[in-house]
């Protein structure tokens, strides 16, 4: 997906999917992409694992982080990401330490995608500290 259509793909998904989704997304370049500073032509929006939780976290999706665990392991470091979303967010349980969390995951999403992910650090800080999500008095 292009850069500048995440967004609205990430929206569309949440809004077909409805509930629950299994998705693939490319965490490093295509062998096929030429090497930097070319720009990439099959994985075009390679971003850390943590800013696509982060862009899932926006539209009110949560990542089963212990059902991508263990297929991981099972499949050596794979890609997956199972989510359960929900438009409201509360409806599945989303509760965050702070009101302003919407804001902190948008501004850590937008840094990594205009920028160098080394100038985002304390952006990510931010975001990890502020938007730890509680469920129930367990923090995830």
């Avoid at 999917?17 to 990439?40: N, Q």
């Avoid at 999706?61 to 263990?70: P, S």
């Avoid at 997956?80 to 438009?87: A, D, K, R």
């Avoid at 999500?133 to 923090?139: F, I, S, T």
Wanted: with cysteine.
């Amino acid at each position: 997906v292009h850069p500048q259509l995440v967004d609205a793909a990430v929206s569309e998904l949440v809004r077909v999917g409805k509930h629950h989704m299994f998705l693939t997304i490319h965490l490093t370049p295509s062998l096929r992409d030429p090497p930097p500073p070319e720009k990439p032509t099959f994985h075009l929006t390679v971003m850390p694992l943590s800013w696509w939780d982060a862009l899932f976290l926006v539209y009110g999706c949560r990542v089963n982080h212990a059902f991508r665990d263990e297929l991981n392991v099972l499949y050596n470091n794979s890609t997956f990401f199972p989510v359960e979303c929900s438009p409201e967010g509360s409806s599945i349980g989303i509760q965050f330490k702070s009101s302003g969390c919407k804001e902190v995951l948008e501004g850590y999403a937008g840094c990594v995608q205009e920028s160098d992910q080394s100038a985002c650090t304390q952006l990510r800080s931010q975001y990890e500290d502020e938007c730890q999500e509680r469920v129930g008095d367990a923090e995830v």
